[in-house]
């Protein structure tokens, strides 16, 4: 068991070809190549607007965070 020979493949690809018809399957694969490119392309738009909102909320996040010191001792076994 386990995956199939390449001879499995090709007579599935064939079947598919025999039911779909390959004009069919072309639009398909174009279909689906527009929608991987519109993905692509809306993730790096989404990329670009949070790499240029990064800096404002880094700027504000540091004018409003306070410093808090404190001295930290060791701890002994009485």
């Not at 404190?70 to 076994?77: F, H, L, S, Y």
Request: no cysteine; glycine share 8%.
């Amino acid at each position: 068991m386990g995956s199939f020979s390449i001879w499995h493949w090709l007579v599935v690809l064939v079947i598919v070809a025999l039911i779909f018809g390959t004009k069919k399957l072309r639009n398909m694969g174009e279909d689906l190549g527009g929608a991987v490119k519109g993905f692509k392309k809306g993730m790096r738009d989404a990329s670009e607007e949070s790499d240029a909102k990064a800096p404002e909320a880094v700027t504000q996040r540091t004018q409003s965070e306070d410093t808090i010191d404190v001295q930290a001792k060791e701890k002994t076994d009485a």
